[in-house]
């Protein structure tokens, strides 16, 4: 069964992907004083989308993206870390197999400083090979600046479907690099697919309305 997984996460790590959406660049707006290194443009409706599948049981598979020169989103090799705590399946005294997903959705600036982030934990149970009791919790990060401001979040939930669960977050700014609030937007959405085997895999789709070179998103499955 052990080596059945290792050959399913093998083979998962190998059809990741990603897409760049409607990446453009666009003449300096309220942003351009964001530490971007490119003073006169920005990247304009940037999406970073990929897929990781949960890895062996104690470790955890992160991906890097980063926004370069031209706007599109550069894909970072994947690697496998220690798993946090408490990530690896275990069994109820049923007989009913209990497992947990955890994913990391993360957008930081030029300055390798969070700005918005969504992260979530599934436990489901396995029963006569179908996903039963699935529950989903989710949590937010966004950087604050003095004098309240800074990032909020604006909207956050799950979706449920048949073996999946998506979460969706909404970030919006406003604060000393654009006083305005209709510049910068993030948007995340993390979707897991579970499967009555035990095993998943974790989706990500983060799109961001401004943005610059040197920015870069970080994903985790576990």
């Known amino acids: 069964m052990r080596t059945r997984i290792l050959l399913a996460a093998a083979a998962a790590m190998t059809m990741l992907t990603v897409a760049a959406g409607t990446a453009t660049a ?11 290194g490119r003073p006169d443009t920005a990247c304009t409706d940037v999406r970073l989308s990929g897929s990781l599948p949960v890895p062996p049981a104690g470790t955890t598979a ?10 599109v989103p550069h894909l970072g ?6 798993a946090p705590a408490g990530s690896a399946a275990r069994t109820a005294a049923t007989g009913t197999a209990a497992h947990q997903v ?3 959705s993360e957008m930081y600036d030029c300055c390798n400083i969070l700005m918005t ?3 979530t934990t599934t436990t489901w149970d396995t029963v006569d090979g179908r996903v039963a009791h699935a529950v989903t919790g989710v949590s937010t990060h966004n950087n604050r600046e003095p004098w309240d401001a800074g990032w909020s979040v604006r909207t956050v939930g799950t979706t449920e479907a048949a073996a999946s669960v998506t979460a969706h977050a909404e970030f919006g ?5 654009d ?4 510049w910068y937007a993030n948007t995340h959405d993390t979707t897991v697919q579970l ?4 095993t998943a895999a974790c989706r990500f789709d983060i799109v961001l309305r401004h943005t610059f070179v040197g920015w870069h998103a970080v994903r985790t499955c576990s």
Do not use: E, H, K
């Open 62 to 71: 992160r991906q890097d993206v980063s926004v370069g020169a031209d706007c």
């Open 26 to 36: 666009s003449p300096s707006g309220p942003a351009a004083a964001a530490g971007s």
């Open 77 to 82: 090799a994947v690697r496998l870390l220690p």
């Open 179 to 182: 006083v305005t609030g209709d």
């Open 195 to 198: 499967n009555g085997d035990g």
């Open 173 to 177: 700014y406003r604060g000393i690099f």
């Open 102 to 104: 955890r994913s990391s």
């Open 117 to 119: 982030a969504l992260y």
